[in-house]
């Protein structure tokens, strides 16, 4: 295949083989970028990406906005705090608003699954889903792909091994399209009543006890705990999941000494990881978020290009 | 006369006939912009724009946040929520605050009518009203005449229907100004409640029955109800209000065929306006929001001209 | 000595006469792009400058925002309003990740002392404080030597009296090292409650009354009172304290006629300065705010090239 041809980027579920190998690749072009004094390209100079984050979100949000910066892009952040726009009105007419103004790229989170597909079929502009309920994370999970490559080589055969709150996990569903597609291998972990059923559907396989699967991984995410779902009584005790599910130091001892350890953050020390884990030797979360900007530039490039509007990038800024 | 003199555009009322084609030409110039590829001129490169909106607005703010921006200037947004500075201090200290930081232009809406007029006397800065409590939204005025040149060739001469709540709207009160100085008969339509006494003074007919004045309309302008004036026992009960002055396609049917059909947003579906009609063939509200980007990089650029701080408009960026 | 070499600005304490003297030079040769047409010079063009007001403040990010700004540097709000990043996650954690995004500099305003620093510490990213507790407000310290220096030509040998309350405040800190530190000779004045014991060692002189020092002061910096140090008793009433350290035009009568005064803002009108004199032929307030953005400059522009993360400031932008 020549190039990338979608408009939108709604989930790794649809997206080819190949079509990941086209975003990953890209994104290592744009590494280079956020290394040079002057972090910028011209790629997207004159249009305009807009921000709607409709559920909070620092990480993410400052992601794409750095990511969009340096491709010289114009920023519109539409947040529901400062948002008449979005309280008045259904997000579709939200949408056909930015529209009519000539945005060019709608990033879009929302808590509902589905939303972003529902306005990337009804608006022109190009959709990127930055989070849709439990649906997917698609951005993230190419984030990870690429630290994974980044740190391993290859993507095919490595032991891949998702652990904590799968069921309600958009960045767990991502993660499992993409791996799964790249020829990794798949374990899940986490309690029972955290792991939905039928997922060995999707190439995964489960364990209830970290144990097990531990000791032959490659690559482990940890996925972070909703603080919530305690109350909802998903979760015992945070001292029992921290017990059997937290990632710490003695735990890693069966590990292979190579083992990465991911999380797509905020961590909750103490709860997910402990604190020598998620600053040690294994971590390679801050990597995550910095490839997260190369990764999104990736997207946000990609996705204009589709349309045909985009400029070249040029080597270097001209002055 | 040869140009734009005024340092602020505080309404329509005080604006000449002169003035206002100068405006609407001015922004038929820069209507060409948001469709090329590279959304920007280098017009207002290196100035400071500062968007001080102390009541919630995201549509009008996000239209002068890109007008700005794609005339190169840097914004400043001043809102309530995060502003100390508004809090405590007078408007007054903030806008001589903002003089002090060398900020060009002030886009000020406030709850307040004559706050704008007010700041405009006391600062060096240009001042822009984008809405002042129930006395003008001139912006919104110029985009309404604009789009009626642009739909139908001219406005002399045109019949204009205004419906809803003629006695709150800002809207109402510019447009009003405009259209007669262009030469528009306007009719003035809605609950008798909401039709303040003597508008026949400003030119505009009167009518409490949708149905006298509908059918020799070239451009019906719905007003936005604000839903607070039910409380206020303004409108007897939203059903009323919609079934007398609410447009559906069957009140349509005694219009002129050609009739186009505007409303400032954002639109109570099902009240103002019913969903066939806000998206049907007469409407011309999305058109309005496209064409809110050109009449405000036009007052910015005339404004910022009349103090010799602006740059020439290059044809293109230079890359 | 040739020039600056910390990566970080936290405080006056630990600057030497040199350094004073470079950030001052530097924030002279920026005073004029505030002048220009097009207010912009090259010097950190594709760097990144994060915000994280973790604190309220309008004025002083307003500021920071601008010299960034007007220093072609890109600008990430970090705000705790949308916060999450903030919320979840410690400040170190939110440090280093915005360290992993390649951000070049962190300014940080925060309600604990010592914070900036501990945070400059585990960072590579330069950091400069924005005000933190009651330690010191470096910046707002050196706005004022920059003031002071424009309308008096020198420091060494004029008398500075700072009026109110001394205990709580960190701009009073900061103007107490800078001033002695140039050789000026300092007094503070302020009810008992808000002096705190053992000033006299950082070489200031201690008055209770007003009338005593006010007559051979060349330069009053009258300090913001927070408004809920009466609901802790610091101060007996605010009519007690406008009446003994309120500066209004009756106290001036026993004033050099050349002194200027000063306020870092806002004011309390009627409380720390009556209205007559903050907008009197005395008062700097306004200089003083239209020097914070040169200032800001230097300080950007200087610790970036500690860093050599800098580029050259060209005379004019390119177009």
């Not at 979100?57 to 114009?74: M, N, P, V, W």
């Not at 130091?249 to 961590?267: C, F, S, T």
Request: hydrophobic share 40%; with cysteine; glycine share 8%.
């Amino acid at each position: 295949m020549s190039g990338w041809t979608r408009k939108d980027l709604l989930g790794l579920e649809e997206l080819s083989r190949e079509e990941l190998t086209l975003l990953l690749d890209q994104a290592k072009a744009f590494q280079e970028v956020s290394l040079r004094p002057i972090k910028k390209v011209p790629a997207l100079r004159g249009r305009t990406v807009a921000l709607c984050f409709l559920e909070p979100s620092t990480r993410t949000r400052t992601s794409f906005e750095l990511a969009a910066k340096r491709l010289s892009a114009d920023i519109l952040q539409i947040q529901p705090a400062s948002s008449s726009l979005v309280k008045g009105e259904t997000i579709l007419d939200t949408a056909r608003t930015l529209e009519a103004m000539r945005v060019e790229i709608v990033v879009l989170r929302h808590n509902v699954s589905g939303v972003p597909a529902m306005v990337a079929r009804a608006i022109g502009p190009s959709v990127i889903n930055a989070g849709d309920g439990s649906h997917e994370h698609p951005t993230q999970g190419l984030v990870d792909l690429f630290t994974i490559l980044e740190k391993k080589g290859r993507i095919a055969g490595l032991n891949v091994l998702i652990v904590g709150d799968i069921l309600h996990s958009r960045v767990a569903r991502s993660n499992l399209w993409g791996l799964s597609k790249l020829g990794a291998r798949v374990t899940v972990c986490g309690p029972p009543t955290l792991i939905p059923q039928g997922i060995e559907s999707l190439g995964a396989e489960v364990s209830y006890r970290l144990e097990e699967p531990l000791p032959k991984a490659d690559v482990l995410i940890a996925l972070r705990l909703q603080l919530e779902r305690q109350k909802e009584q998903y979760i015992p005790s945070f001292r029992e999941y921290s017990r059997l599910y937290g990632i710490d130091r003695e735990k890693l001892k069966g590990a292979k000494p190579d083992l990465i350890v991911m999380h797509p953050g905020p961590v909750n020390r103490g709860l997910e990881l402990s604190p020598e884990v998620a600053d040690g030797p294994n971590s390679v979360i801050l990597e995550q978020v910095t490839n997260g900007i190369a990764v999104r530039m990736a997207v946000l490039y990609l996705v204009a290009g589709a349309r045909g509007e985009r400029g070249s990038v040029c080597g270097r800024m001209s002055w």
